[in-house]
């Protein structure tokens, strides 16, 4: 459990010139399991992407174990509903790491689809036009495709949104089952009671971390009162965030002067 | 019936041309039709159109009414429109429906500009509608390349190109392949409107290619039959439109292009996601 998964180097993310993740440094352990939480525009789904790798970051790095896999479920997914396209066929499509682009899909391949289908509750759903789909049938659809793509790090951004009970609890079965298999898992999550009772670690973020680490420390009082007063905007006349000396990050490492200075806010 | 359905091909050289010639076109056009379509891109396949025309006319400018020139200008210029407009629209806040726009319509105008330098109303004519009762060797030869061209990257990228079309985030989060697939696609859309720009003219080259697409849009919910479905709507358009050409003396192009509007509106009226099933079986459902 010691091995780690994810390293942040002084990570900072953001959109244009502005920080929305700013700073982060820390190990995610193999086989952990934790929520990241924060007030809304607090960097937690730009956090996501950037360890996904959609997103380039604007220092720092994200150091990913050798040959560690990652399957990234958005919060704002670009699927097209409309697209024709059935259930299983949305499954398969996380065969993608294993198959690629011309790699026949096996009756292997076609036989953990429709396991994984069965784990998420989905049987005899397989041949239903994606169209037809509530929002928690999908959302189910779109765990058993991460499920296919049999991935080490699971990255799930707001998966309990606009879900009802059943399937959240179906859905932290599943989540348990993946941290049991030794994969490592992180989970943006708003609901606090639900962060408390099923997440050991939680990472609270507010631009910056504010705390990591158990959950019951990350999320006490005093910490969450730090975090709520963050201020959401971005300010064109924010500070521009300038290395300090003694701190450990040097800038003038990186390749593109352009990209070195961001705004704090 | 023979002399109705078959004699006209089997007589004239010309018919049997014009049918090789646009049954091949809808082999290849019909299913990057369906693509177009389910990207949300119908309208940019229109844009294309119009943008490929200042190429078109650039070669019609310097050497006539030749195939080979007037392809290779079209070509060209529909690749300088869809990459500006793309990489306006990668590199820009600007959305790729309004970069687009911008891009076609200075090319649109550049290439009335450059055809009435030179030239009567007739070629006009020629160039915008296309003579598919004149398709050459070198014409047929030009069409037969694009169809192998766009079959095999439909072979080859399907799971990609459906995997771009259907869900973006996902392919970008286990693949690189997104913007190469986005840029071929929009390559081959622009070789298939410059292969059918002789047969049915640069307006009207879009039309085999979306009009079957969103014909079979209403039959089938799943993406591979859908583009089987369209080539099949296209033959049918074609043979049905170069008939109707023939008999009633009608310009052949807008006989095509018509054959497969009718087949689109009775697509939407009587197809099984169509106008019709969906309102008039409302009142009977079942339990589960």
Redesign the interface.
């Known amino acids: 459990m010691s091995e780690p998964a994810l390293i942040f180097r002084d990570l900072t993310l953001g959109y244009g010139s502005h920080a929305a993740v700013h700073h982060l440094s820390g190990t995610v352990e193999r086989g952990s399991l934790t929520a990241i939480v924060g007030a809304n525009g607090s960097g937690k789904s730009t956090l996501m992407k950037g360890i996904?790798?959609?997103l380039k970051p604007m220092a720092g790095s994200v150091d990913r174990r050798a040959g560690c896999t990652?399957?990234?479920l958005?919060q704002q997914?670009?699927?097209?509903r409309t697209?024709?396209?059935?259930v299983v066929?949305?499954a398969a499509?996380g065969l993608?790491?294993k198959r690629?682009?011309?790699g026949r899909h096996t009756a292997a391949d076609r036989a953990a689809v429709a396991e994984a289908l069965t784990a998420v509750g989905l049987q005899g759903f397989a041949e239903r036009?994606i169209?037809t789909l509530s929002g928690g049938q999908l959302q189910r659809a779109l765990f058993a495709?991460a499920l296919v793509?049999d991935a080490d790090i699971l990255l799930l951004d707001e998966p309990f949104n606009a879900i009802d009970q059943q399937t959240t609890a179906d859905l932290l079965a599943l989540i348990r089952r993946w941290r049991g298999e030794g994969r490592t898992v992180l989970v943006v999550a708003h609901d606090l009671d639900l962060v408390r009772r099923h997440f050991p670690l939680t990472l609270l973020l507010a631009r910056g971390p504010v705390a990591w680490g158990p959950t019951q420390e990350s999320l006490s009082p005093a910490n969450m009162r730090k975090a709520r007063g963050f201020d959401e905007a971005w300010h064109d006349d924010a500070a521009w965030c300038e290395p300090e000396t003694g701190h450990d990050h040097d800038h003038s490492h990186a390749p593109s002067g352009l990209q070195d200075g961001h705004r704090a806010a | 019936m023979y002399d109705l359905l078959l004699a006209p091909f089997v007589d004239y050289a010309f018919m049997q041309r014009a049918l090789g010639g646009s049954l091949l076109l809808s082999l290849g056009a019909c299913p990057i039709g369906v693509f177009l379509m389910?990207r949300r891109m119908s309208l940019t396949g229109d844009a294309m159109a119009h943008a490929i025309l200042p190429g078109a006319a650039a070669g019609f400018l310097l050497y006539g009414l030749q195939i080979v020139p007037m392809a290779i200008g079209g070509l060209v210029a529909g690749a300088l429109v869809a990459l500006g407009a793309g990489l306006v629209s990668q590199l820009t806040v600007q959305k790729e429906d309004a970069s687009m726009a911008a891009f076609y319509l200075i090319s649109l105008a550049l290439g009335v500009l450059i055809v009435s330098l030179r030239g009567s109303s007739v070629d006009l004519m020629h160039v915008l509608f296309g003579t598919v009762l004149a398709l050459n060797d070198e014409a047929l030869a030009l069409i037969g390349g694009i169809t192998c061209l766009s079959l095999g990257f439909l072979a080859?990228?399907w799971?990609?190109l459906?995997?771009e079309?259907?869900?973006?985030?996902?392919?970008?989060?286990?693949?690189r392949?997104g913007a190469p697939v986005h840029f071929l696609f929009l390559g081959l859309v622009v070789l298939n409107l410059v292969g059918g720009f002789q047969a049915l003219g640069t307006l009207l080259s879009v039309g085999l290619m979306m009009l079957p697409a969103a014909a079979a849009?209403f039959w089938?919910?799943?993406?591979g039959p859908?583009c089987a479905l369209s080539v099949a709507i296209g033959f049918a358009a074609c043979a049905c439109g170069l008939l109707l050409s023939y008999h009633a003396a009608l310009p052949s192009g807008p006989s095509i292009i018509l054959s497969a509007g009718a087949v689109y509106l009775a697509s939407v009226l009587a197809g099984p996601r169509g106008v019709l099933r969906s309102r008039v079986q409302r009142h009977r459902h079942r339990v589960a």
């Open positions: 996904a790798g959609v990652v399957a990234y958005p997914s670009e699927l097209d697209f024709p396209a059935r066929d949305l499509m993608w790491p690629g682009l011309l036009p169209d495709r793509q | 389910l080859i990228f799971r990609a459906v995997a079309s259907m869900d973006p985030l996902f392919l970008r989060s286990v693949s392949l849009r089938t919910v799943r993406v859908m």
